[in-house]
DNA sequence: CGTTAGTTTGATGGTCCTCAAGCACTGTGG
DNA sequence: CCACAGTGCTTGAGGACCATCAAACTAACG
């Protein structure tokens, strides 16, 4: 009666208060009893940063990445004019300086947004890993094409989105993202972005964010306030951001 | 006398006519006997396709990448409305649709821009290259890696730099892209984009690509015309753009 | 109660888009 | 040989979207 024990306390585990990372990948591939534990064993090594100052600097070359375990990154490029650009947000589960983990330098620099909790994870764990357990390395190497995707769809707002499109389309990828990891509904989440990050992450300024955003509150579609944003009209939302969460990729698992 | 001889006939092709790939790879390891062996058997299958229709359909569901061996190719998303983003261009040694054979759905379409030679690469056999040759897989996920990067730098452009710049800092990563693998140099390069191809690559209209490149031209900055990109004064231009090529993580071999 | 971070509003102007049309080159068929 | 259509490049005029500058307002916090 031994093992039927250890079930349920893994299963307990997997859905009352699975790790996001867990959450997430679960989307993908349905992992078994060893994998979990293999993830699990990933979590040693944990940290805490502050928000405001940077984890990794652009033009570091260290070979760290991290999994994000409790509050929000931002990924960015500073311009030589002191102008800054976001390529992405990192919420609980996700990886961050995967990508960079190979190349020479760091290309860009992580901020936490608020204080955060993130366990360390080496390349040579990574390595070890993938040569373990495939399915395992299956799943991260598609959590990491989900992460491309990402930026490919921000690139096509800022390219060819107008500002409320753009913004539209942001706040609704955001709360897919959330709600995957077990951190948002269709309704409303918590975000503890200000009005600069969107500006900085959108292409906008600061002053048009604010001006559109009031549109989008006084149309009925969406609020962004106090760190929450709520959903009123998700339907004419994703009519107006033409979004289609496809590209997210999260629709359950593809794998048995 | 067996072996020099076969040491020289892999060297000679390795020197003198070697794929754009193992070219491109080159820059980040330096590939063995048996690991050049091994990239040589991965390109069977070799297909041709013709200019304007695609390869890829967006929203297809199929599981095969291609490495381009000779044209150029566009990777793009369209709206609704039917303008259309161009997320990168690919050029002989990269990959094509590596991110998506993960994915359920493939999240772009591909457009040869001229007629191509490609090779298809079926996802089980680059699972076994996996699998068989570590070094080769660290490879290919430098690779990836690096695409991803230049994915981000566009996205900076679109977002923070004016036409200028962003023109400028376009063309200059296209030269050095193609340097890398041999069909370029420092002062010029072939290229069979046409202005429209720019305009939807990097955001703008047509028109302004037009009257930008006359403005470059008229400064002595560089010329694009008759299929051909050539750089008359490559450090203001470089100026410019603020570029920065250290996110092409091309300075030479990396791993011995 | 002053300071700071974040939000809100107004006025002005620039970059870049859209519409419109002419030009150059290439290939095609009468 | 020449009209022609098609593709791509070029130029002009007017206007939209969004940036910049300036400043008031609110809320949180020591």
């Known amino acids: 009666m031994l093992s039927p024990c250890i079930d ?4 307990k585990k997997g859905i009352m208060e699975s790790s996001p990372l867990i959450r997430k990948l ?6 078994s009893h060893v994998e979990l534990a293999m993830l699990e ?6 940290r805490s940063f502050v928000a405001g100052s ?3 600097y652009q033009g570091q070359s260290e070979q760290a990445a991290y999994i994000l375990a409790e509050g929000w990154v931002c990924s ?8 800054r650009q976001i390529v992405d947000f990192q919420v609980p589960g996700d990886f961050l300086g995967l990508r960079s983990i190979l190349l020479r330098t760091s290309d860009h620099s992580f901020e936490p947004v608020v204080d955060i909790q993130a ?3 080496l390349k040579d764990d990574l390595l070890e890993l993938f040569a373990q357990t495939p399915r395992l390395a299956m799943a991260i190497f598609w959590a990491a094409s989900r992460d491309e995707a990402m930026v490919v769809e921000h690139l096509v ?3 060819r989105r107008d500002a409320d499109a753009r913004i539209a389309h942001f ?3 955001l709360g897919s993202r959330l709600t995957l990891v077990g951190l948002g509904s269709r309704e409303e989440y918590g975000c503890p972005l200000t009005q600069y990050h969107l500006a900085d992450a959108l292409g906008l300024s600061p002053i048009h964010v604010n001006r559109v955003l009031k549109q989008l509150r006084e149309a009925g579609l969406i609020t962004f306030r106090h760190g929450r944003v709520t959903i009123h009209d998700h339907s004419r939302l994703v009519d107006l951001a033409e979004f289609d969460p496809a590209y997210l990729d999260q629709t359950g698992p593809l794998l048995k």
């Open 8 to 11: 349920r306390h893994i299963q």
């Open 171 to 173: 706040l609704l990828e």
């Open 41 to 46: 064993r990933l979590h040693q090594r944990q």
């Open 157 to 159: 707002g800022i390219g």
């Open 119 to 121: 366990t360390e994870v």
């Open 26 to 31: 679960s989307a993908f591939v349905a992992l």
């Open 54 to 56: 940077d984890l990794v």
């Open 76 to 83: 960015y490029k500073v311009q030589r004019d002191g102008s």
